[in-house]
Structure formats: structure tokens, C-alpha cells
């Protein structure tokens, strides 16, 4: 096991995370609850983002489109409650960061109360005005482009982005929108490994890259899926545990211990 982290990470010891300058690949993966950021974080993660991603991992949603401020809010608080070294990034879910930006920056300070150390936002050049006013109103930002799950409807689906040379080229245009207007690292999700590299390549601050190749400079995987907890997981995951069955299992012993009068056994009683 991993000695534990003795200093918290900061943003600007993640924003100067390049592996080109000689940085170890930045490790992110998500956590929705204390257990979740503890487990986490004793390994040594650098950063745990509280995903809107808890709509469809935990709260048994299609999509992350239902989740709200108030639920990440919630999840953040709990992440936070862990007090772990790694930096809290909460992610701004749908709707909170379109309307305008004196919302954006009023829902941005809910999870930073909430105990995030950054926000994360997805979206391209659209979004630069709502950057701007959390930056301004000192909320790191975390950019995240490329297959949006907020952007479902639009994409048609869950598909990979940037599959043709325009539409690659409009991706690296808005990754260098997003570290323009403040952005201290950017997610790149769902893009050929070529294109992940080529915004690697073009950005002075990290990208940290799921289902875009080993070129980026961190990855993140969703903490449910790692643990094989989620029974299917898209291509790019690479499932380390698989938790999901093991935990039916052992519930599978308890009831059968339950049902044949072995549990509770005399050391497990009172006297
Ligand atoms: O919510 C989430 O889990 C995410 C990651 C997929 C980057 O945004």
C-alpha cells in the first residue's frame, strides 16, 4: 500500500503537471461518498472528483442530466467529510453554468462551500464567459470536452468525438479556449488517442484523459467501475476489481447463514 499523502494537492501543483516538464501522469478517479474518498485517497490518488456521474453510478439514473447543485452539494460535503489530500473537484451539473454567469459563479461558491477545491465544467469556447467569472471569483476551473455525457441529446448518444480532421481541429480550437479563459487542467473524454495527444500536445496545462489515449497527461476512471462494482463497462475502462460480485456473494452467505440458524453464532452474541 501506498505511504499516505503528508501534504494536500493544490491546483497549482496539478496545473503545473505536465508530463512533458517531467510529471508523473496525474491520477484522478471519482468518489460520491466518504467511504468512496477514503478508500481513494489512501491510495493515493491525487485527485477525486465528485462526478455528476453519482446520477447514473449511485442514484440509479439514465443519464446525468437529473442530478442537480443540491445533489452535488451533497455528494461534495460527503467526499469532503473524509478530509482527504487529494484535491476535491466538484463537477457543476447540468444547467447550473448555462444560464448566465452571476449563476454560475453563485452555484460554483455552493460546492466550493460544500468543500470542493474546484469546479469542473464541461463544454468549448461557449463556456468562456462562465470560466471567466469563476476564475474571477477565485474558483479553480476544470475544463472537460470532447464526448460530454451533458450533451447526450445533442450528440445522439454516448459516441466518440473528434472522429474527422474538422472535428478535431474545432476540439484542440476550444482546449485552448478553455486554458485561455482560466482553466487549470482539462478532462478529455471519448476522442481517438491521436486527438488526445494532439491537445496534450497544444496545452500548457494538464489534460487528464478517459477513453483519449495513454498520451494525456492524467487519467480518471469512474471509481464504480475500476472496483468491477457497475456489471458492463464501456472499452476504455480497465476493470481492477470485481467487487459487484463478490459483494453478491457475500450477502449470498449471510442469508444462507441467516436461513440455516449458523449466524449469529455464540461469539457473535451477547451474554
Ligand atoms: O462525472 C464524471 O464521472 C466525469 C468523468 C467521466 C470525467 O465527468
Not at 501534504?7 to 505536465?18: F, G, I, Q, S
Not at 460527503?78 to 447550473?96: E, F, H, I, M, N
Not at 462562465?130 to 474571477?136: D, K, N, S, T
Not at 484523459?209 to 457497475?230: F, R, S
Amino acid at each position: 500500500m501506498p505511504e499516505p499523502r503528508s501534504t494536500p494537492v493544490t491546483v497549482p501543483v496539478v496545473r503545473a503537471a505536465k508530463r512533458r516538464d517531467g510529471h508523473l501522469p496525474l491520477v484522478m478517479v471519482t468518489a460520491y461518498d466518504a467511504p468512496g474518498a477514503r478508500i481513494a485517497d489512501a491510495a493515493g490518488v491525487d485527485l477525486i472528483l465528485v462526478g455528476d456521474s453519482v446520477a447514473n453510478n449511485v442514484l440509479g439514473y439514465e443519464d446525468t442530466l437529473q442530478v442537480t447543485v443540491e445533489d452535488m452539494a451533497h455528494h461534495t460535503a460527503a467526499v469532503a467529510r473524509a478530509r482527504p489530500k487529494a484535491l476535491v473537484v466538484g463537477d457543476l451539473p447540468w444547467l447550473s453554468y448555462h444560464l448566465d454567469v452571476v449563476d454560475t459563479v453563485r452555484n460554483g461558491a455552493t460546492l466550493i462551500r460544500a468543500g470542493a477545491g474546484a469546479v469542473k465544467l464541461e463544454g468549448g469556447a461557449n463556456r468562456v464567459p462562465m470560466i471567466e467569472g469563476l476564475v474571477a471569483a477565485e474558483i479553480p476551473v476544470m475544463g472537460h470536452l470532447g464526448l460530454t455525457p451533458q450533451s447526450i441529446h445533442t450528440m445522439g448518444g454516448y459516441k466518440v468525438q473528434g472522429r474527422t480532421d474538422a472535428a478535431a481541429h474545432s476540439l484542440a480550437v476550444d482546449a485552448k479556449a478553455l486554458v485561455a479563459a482560466g482553466c487549470f487542467a482539462v478532462v478529455v473524454e471519448g476522442v481517438p488517442a491521436a486527438v488526445g495527444a494532439a491537445i496534450t500536445e497544444a496545452l500548457d496545462v494538464p489534460t487528464i484523459g478517459i477513453g483519449a489515449g495513454p498520451a494525456c497527461d492524467g487519467q480518471v476512471l469512474v471509481l464504480h467501475d475500476l472496483l468491477g462494482i457497475n456489471p458492463t463497462t464501456p472499452r476504455f475502462v480497465r476493470r481492477y476489481a470485481e467487487l459487484g460480485q463478490e459483494a453478491t456473494a457475500a450477502v449470498a452467505a449471510y442469508a444462507a447463514d441467516v436461513r440455516s440458524g449458523v449466524f449469529p453464532a455464540d461469539a457473535e452474541v451477547y451474554h
